[in-house]
């Protein structure tokens, strides 16, 4: 693994050698840290002898050989919360879906500007700083939230579900705490979408129902019932009364 020099910290895993270079050289201009892989094994085992901790972003392609980029993004998930966006040359809506569920944070299809990418990149990797104030959930940011069994350092970027630690991504901790803040409010997806993903994110609109769908997994009692995260149909999602 190559290592080259700056702040922002960026993995790029790809199999063609001419696109991993091609994207490193670009994003260190723009001034980003970046290491390049060539496999989702190389990855793993890596991460065997590190930790995520190291990076603060990872640009995955999906399609490779032996592990594929869903199997890496699979095994991520079981350790990391770290931002992923799936490099892909798949175009379909379910492919896009699919990644999303496996848990990745964003997409970008092959061939794509590297203008593109690193405005994605730029997007995701602001959802993780402290919950920022927006035009649509503004007030003072409390330090510790708790809703029924549920509790939310804001702090520590952490959250807890029956003092047990849970693991979420950028987007869901950024989705839980916009609707958690706020009991009973319905947010439209276009609400979500703008405060979770930002006015630049060029997704589309039903990618919230993903994130949605994989935050309700992990804190709701019962994932077919939910009593947290309530839909509103025809108009979005609120945060139910937890007790």
Known sequence: MQQ?????RILVVDDEEQMTAFIAT????????VTVAHSGVEVLSAFEKTTL????????????PGMNGLDVCKQLRKFSDVPVIFLTAKTDEIDKV??????????????????ELEVRIRVVLRRRLPQAQTSIDVGEEPRM?????????????????NNQSITLTPTEFKLLCTLAKHPGRVYSRMDLLEIALGDEYAGYERSIDTHIRNLRKKIENDFSNPKLIVTVHGV????GDPT
Do not use: C, Q
């Open 145 to 161: 939230l708790k809703r029924g069994h549920l509790s939310i350092d804001f702090s520590k970027h952490a959250v807890y579900l």
């Open 4 to 8: 080259l020099e700056s702040s922002n």
């Open 53 to 64: 901790n190291g990076y603060d972003l990872v640009l995955l392609d999906w399609m490779m």
């Open 26 to 33: 670009y994003l260190r201009n723009e001034g980003y840290s």
């Open 236 to 239: 979005g999602y609120k945060f």
């Open 98 to 115: 699919l990644g999303l569920e496996f848990g990745a944070d964003d997409y970008i299809t092959k061939p794509f500007s590297v203008r």
